[in-house]
């Protein structure tokens, strides 16, 4: 292969040569009762860390992502193993708030660091596994979305890449916070399972467009977006304008968001587990943006890696 792949096709490749891999936030195991979910995030200095943030961040962030997918699945989390891969310069002060940042997150969202690996690399790298555990009934996956069924999110869209243009251009933003510190939505997305009108689950790591582009791969369908329903992180249109902050929430990523198809006879239930905006809905096929009664297809684009082969 000649020049670099993305992160995607690369997977595809993989899944060619692995016999088949279920694409979703997690791998499902069959545990007896309960499933048993599990998911592995890796984490670098020079991709995931900005200059600004501190090593508890560091560690927060590296245990939030992975709490994340576990979210995603409708689980509660059961343990998170941790591989660090620390460079010469970490020294005592680095290690002991990189390691109560693991300790912090994982505490705050009911669960604990259970085991891990420690090694030296010439670049900060974390690699988080998350453990959960889901009754069967109640699992949640990205295939599932049906025509007719609405699109929702939890929070808000492109606070993380509104975090990451003030960052970048030097900008006082509250954004930044929710850059560094992602919060992974567990509570809601046990709550949602739980209301039993959920379709089809993930979190938007890489951006709302494909995140769409990923469920609409495995669910067999197409998505509806109006423009206007986009809840957009407070203070990121005044901060880089309407078209940037609608471009934030498709495809700059970060946010670790719920995203996912709801029963439309499921939205009093699903509203009462946790608060939610209906951003959309199901369609046959497309993925597409509405606005004003026009409609123009969301490309697709996002956080994605690119790998040199
Ligand atoms: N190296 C790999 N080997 C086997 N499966 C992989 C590999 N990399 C990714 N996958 C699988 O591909 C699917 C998509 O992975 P991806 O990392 O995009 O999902 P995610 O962890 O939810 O997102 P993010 O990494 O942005 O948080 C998952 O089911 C994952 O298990
Ligand atoms: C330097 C720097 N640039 C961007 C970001 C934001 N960011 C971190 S992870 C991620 C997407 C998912 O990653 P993955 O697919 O690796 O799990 C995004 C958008 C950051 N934290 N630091
Ligand atoms: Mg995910
Ligand atoms: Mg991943
Ligand atoms: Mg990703």
Redesign the pocket.
């Given at each position: 292969m000649n020049g670099a792949i993305g992160?995607r096709d690369l997977i595809r490749r993989i899944s060619v040569i692995l016999g088949g891999l279920e694409n979703d936030d997690c791998a499902v195991i069959d545990a007896g009762e309960r499933y048993l979910v599990a998911s592995t995030d890796m984490l670098h200095q020079k991709t995931d860390f900005p200059d600004i943030m501190n090593p508890w961040q560091m560690g927060w962030m590296a245990v939030a992502v992975n709490l994340s997918d576990i979210a995603a699945m409708g689980a509660e989390p059961a343990g998170v193993l941790i591989a660090a891969g620390l460079p010469p310069e970490a020294d005592q002060y680095f290690i002991d708030e990189l390691f109560s940042g693991f300790g912090d997150c994982a505490a705050l969202y009911g669960t604990r660091i259970l085991g891990g690996d420690t090694d030296s690399h010439l670049e900060l790298t974390i690699t988080g596994t998350s453990l959960g555990f889901v009754e069967k009934e109640l699992i949640l996956r990205r295939r599932g979305a049906r025509a007719g069924d609405l699109l929702c999110t939890t929070g808000s869209l492109g606070a993380a890449g509104g975090g990451l243009w003030a960052w970048q251009n030097g900008a006082k933003s509250e954004l930044i916070t929710s850059l560094l510190e992602p919060e992974p939505r567990l509570k809601e997305a046990r709550a949602l399972a739980k209301s039993g009108s959920v379709t089809a689950m993930m979190d938007n790591?890489?951006g709302l467009a494909l995140s769409l582009s990923d469920l609409s791969e495995v669910s067999g369908v197409g998505f509806l977006v109006y423009q206007d329903k986009l809840p957009l992180a407070p203070g990121l249109v005044e901060m880089v304008g309407q078209e940037n902050a609608i471009d934030m929430a498709l495809s700059a990523g970060g946010d670790y968001e719920l995203v996912f198809t709801l029963r439309s006879s499921g939205l009093e239930a699903a509203r009462r587990a946790c608060d939610l905006t209906v951003i959309g809905e199901v369609v046959e096929e497309g993925i597409w943006m509405e606005r004003a009664g026009k409609r123009r297809q969301i490309e697709r684009l996002g956080?994605e890696h690119r790998i040199g082969l």
């Open positions: 992160e790591s890489d956080y």
